[in-house]
């Protein structure tokens, strides 16, 4: 079946330290991924995506993202943070059908970053 | 240019009653998807539209969940009755006609069943 792994419920990061946020995903074929942050009663924000090509992928805020094929992974990286970066992550992926179709996206059950000052 | 507009935000109702979501998707885009966001868990889709077509709606509990999208632009998602545990964040999202897009979310409606 496919699914989507965030293997860390919560993690705890100092302000100005560096940031890797981890996800698996497991399906027969390549999905197109995407991270996603959510702020306290907010919708979500897309963060970055990846459908091709260069495998380390840029987003918004600083952030990006590399997809490993061999581990089936696309783990969200920040080499500092911002007490403003305190949120709900979220990594999805979107399983494409062999005609080009697709379902809706698939969520993992999110990382809860924490910021210490 | 506007976003996904969900009305209203929050909403607390007694069970049993009926309740009802409404969502503005991003002007152009075609594809319209419910989702459903438990606390402490990502959101789970509920029913995807592609214009005013129901495409999927597998994982939309029937019998007591009804949606539609007339007109193939704004989306109504019904729950009558409902019970102590739908009690989530509903949230809408729309993406653009072209294949593998992102959605768009909208900031959500808090639904609290006591």
Known sequence: AQSVTQPDIHITVSEGASLELRCNYSYGATPYLFWYVQSPGQGLQL??????GDTLVQGIKGFEAEFKRSQSSFNLRKPSVHWSDAAEYFCAVLFMYSGGGADGLTFGKGTHLIIQP | EAGVVQS???KIIEKKQPVAFWCNPISGHNTLYWYRQNLGQGPELLIRY???????????????????????????????????GDSAVYLCASSPPSGGAEAFFGQGTRLTVV
Request: glycine content about 2%; proline content about 7%.
């Open chain 1, 47 to 52: 963060l970055l995506k990846y459908f091709s």
């Open chain 2, 8 to 10: 209203p935000r929050y």
């Open chain 2, 50 to 84: 592609e214009n005013e077509e129901a495409v999927d709606d597998s994982q939309l509990p029937k019998d007591r969940f009804s949606a539609e999208r007339l007109k193939g632009v704004d989306s109504t998602l019904k729950i009558q009755p409902a019970e102590l």
